[in-house]
């Protein structure tokens, strides 16, 4: 079933004791505002943890299935797609030989793999890709999209030394004198509540074959995406809220921002002292905290629904 509603909605996620998303050019160290000190999460890393809930619930089955997944080789992929679409004979028959050129495909075939891509990818349909690499799948454009997570507070990268009471190789071994001790660096972050925002576009989804069961399966993944995503570099995550703007129409009956600016995320209690916990803060739509599963008219043609 098609979607005939535009959806907006604010995702707050929390850690205590670890590093939601660390940064590789920083020696993994939890990204960070440079001005202000917030917190950031990138909407890479939350896209990859719904990703990896949609392949686990699903276990990677089309129509259900996940483009972009660990030690994919994506051109493989698109070969797969021309091969269903019966266009394999539009591809060079070895296309790692020397001085042979790849072929793109013919305009209907780019269109037709792109449209079975859509098809049996949950990923490709719900977030975009780009697939013109190499053997080409087209380009599409997701109607699910989101921003970075940022700290509603200023947080504290703290840096940890840790130790392995083990080596790796025997000459490690030899250089310690059997002593056999690795010394590390664990980055965390002590405590902090992450807000991001989304937006589900109807039109897009009419383009991508995006419909009502997988608006379902997205509203679940955000909720319990961190619970079958934990390690020890991450500490404990959790969702803390899913509130969901859903739209009368397609088009939107009202700017997103503006529903956004009027649920508030504020501190409670001595603002002056470190926040520890989700208790620290008190989330409310008009100064109207809203109970789970709570649903309230948050503008004409607009319904506020709190998911989680």
Not at 159 to 164: M, Q
Not at 254 to 265: E, G, K, N, Q
Request: glycine share 10%.
């Amino acid at each position: 079933m098609s979607l005939t509603h535009r959806y907006d909605f604010v995702l707050l996620f929390d850690v205590k004791d670890g590093n939601p998303n660390g940064d590789p050019d920083a020696g993994n160290m939890p990204r960070l505002d440079a001005e202000t000190g917030h917190g950031l999460v990138t909407d890479v890393s939350i896209k990859r943890k719904l990703r990896n809930f949609v392949g686990m619930v699903k276990e990677c089955v089309p129509p259900f299935d996940i483009y972009i997944k660990e030690k994919a080789v994506l051109e493989r992929t698109h070969r797969i797609a021309y091969e269903a679409i019966g266009a394999a004979d539009e591809l060079a028959s070895d296309p790692d030989a020397k001085g042979k050129k790849k072929r793109k495909g013919s305009e209907d075939s780019v269109r037709a793999a792109r449209d079975w891509m859509c098809k049996n990818f949950f990923d490709v349909r719900t977030f975009g890709a780009v697939m013109a690499i190499g053997v080409n799948c087209g380009q599409v454009r997701g109607p699910v999209q989101l921003t970075f997570g940022r700290s509603v507070d200023p947080v504290v990268a703290s840096e940890h030394s840790i130790t392995r009471m083990a080596v790796a190789t025997e000459a490690e071994s030899e250089k310690q004198d059997g002593d056999n001790r690795t010394m590390g660096r664990k980055h965390t972050v002590p405590y902090g509540l992450y807000r991001a925002h989304g937006f589900v576009s109807a039109f897009l989804a009419k383009q991508t074959g995006f419909g009502a069961e997988d608006l379902e399966l997205l509203w679940q993944a955000l909720s319990d995406m961190f619970e079958h995503d934990r390690s020890a570099a991450r500490g404990q995550m959790a969702t803390r809220g899913l509130y969901v703007f859903e739209h009368a129409g397609e088009l939107g009956n009202a700017h997103s921002h503006v529903l956004f600016d009027r649920l508030a995320v504020s501190r409670q209690g001595d603002a002056s002292a470190p926040a520890r916990d989700f208790g620290a803060y008190s989330v409310s739509f008009d100064g109207k905290a809203l109970a789970v599963g709570e649903s309230i008219e948050a503008a004409p043609g607009v319904k506020l629904i709190r998911r989680c």
